[in-house]
């Protein structure tokens, strides 16, 4: 790094384009309405050109947006050359159930699940009860598949204590456990604190842990909806994130230029940490994924016509 190099903040460092291409993620839900639907692909569409490792389509509480959660990732794997993997849960289904819909995937041309336990109908971060006759949890769902298909599986991962866990070091067990029983990546939750999430990592991968941990990247707008979301789940929010958003309730685009900004910050710093993958929690919308994204290098193709210019 030169001096003049040194003055510059990570975004501008960034800029300078010494760093090698991050392979990138997108996390997508399925849309309740027409409006809805037609947002989604617009976003879709957007981010397409950036070829991503791979999008995702999430499964709602209790198994709740099973069939529309089905519908999105055939229609992925018909009409985008992207690469769908679908959300899937263990709550409130059999094992046979859920094998059965492991099944239909697989019949599909779907190769990558997401494989989570996932929270109650209704209750995001309440209490879990497996069924009986069921996966109790995201360990026996992930054996689970692996004995269907050879999926490639993603699991979810806390980048600190789990609201119900004991311990980091039991979280990392946890882990351990799923890339055992087949898990071949992790995908973290949402988090603002850089340095914990470092800390954490370091010890993750003391532990043993090899397979490729995309950070949850969630560039949100709203800060009392970022704050409703996180609390259930256990998510610390700083109090500088909650100062920045301070009094800007009837201003969403400032809001838009703070939630980028700190997004592309704290991704540029993990680029310059090493990190090479990145996984974004779109909320079904394309424009602050898409700037970050360009940030990080990754960007669409030229056409012939602007490689010549």
């Known amino acids: ?8 903040g990570p975004i501008a460092r960034a800029g300078i384009g010494a760093a090698a291409r991050p392979r990138v993620s997108f996390e ?18 957007r981010l397409e050109p950036l070829d991503p490792t791979f999008v995702s389509v999430t499964y709602g509480a209790g198994g709740s947006t099973r ?9 992925m794997l018909k009409e985008t050359t992207l690469k769908p993997a679908a959300h899937l849960t263990c709550v409130e289904a059999s094992r046979g159930e859920v094998d059965e819909v492991i099944r239909d995937y697989w019949d599909a041309g779907i190769r990558h699940i997401v494989a989570l336990r996932g929270d109650p109908p209704g209750q995001i971060g309440g209490a ?12 026996e769902l992930t054996s689970g598949i692996r004995a269907i298909g050879d999926f490639e599986v993603s699991v979810g991962l806390y980048p600190h204590v789990h609201p119900e866990s004991p311990s980091i070091d039991h979280d990392i067990d946890v882990l351990k456990a799923k890339v055992d029983a ?20 370091d010890r993750v991968r003391k532990a043993g842990v090899t397979i490729p941990i ?6 949100v707008t709203n800060f ?21 958003f301070d009094g800007l309730d009837k201003d969403p685009e400032t809001r838009r230029l703070l939630a980028c900004s700190v997004a592309t910050e704290m991704c540029a710093r993990l680029a310059e940490e090493g990190f090479s993958d990145f996984h974004f929690y779109t909320l079904n919308r394309a ?20 490689a010549a210019a």
């Open 214 to 219: 995309s950070p949850g990247i969630m560039p």
């Open 28 to 45: 997508f839900s399925p849309p309740k309405t027409p409006e809805a639907e037609e947002t989604l692909w617009e976003a879709i569409r």
């Open 287 to 306: 424009d602050l994924t898409y700037a970050i994204c360009r940030v990080l290098g990754v960007r669409e193709p030229e056409t012939p016509k602007e």
């Open 67 to 75: 069939d529309r959660t089905h519908r999105t990732v055939l229609r």
């Open 182 to 201: 087949g898990a071949t990546r992790a995908i973290t939750q949402f988090f603002f604190d850089l340095e914990g999430f470092l800390r954490f990592m």
């Open 224 to 244: 009392k909806g970022l704050k409703k979301m996180a609390g259930p789940i256990g998510i610390q929010l700083p109090a500088w994130l909650g100062n920045l």
């Open 1 to 8: 790094m030169t001096p003049a190099d040194s003055v510059l």
């Open 128 to 139: 879990y009860a497996p069924r009986a006759d069921g996966y109790a949890n995201a360990t």
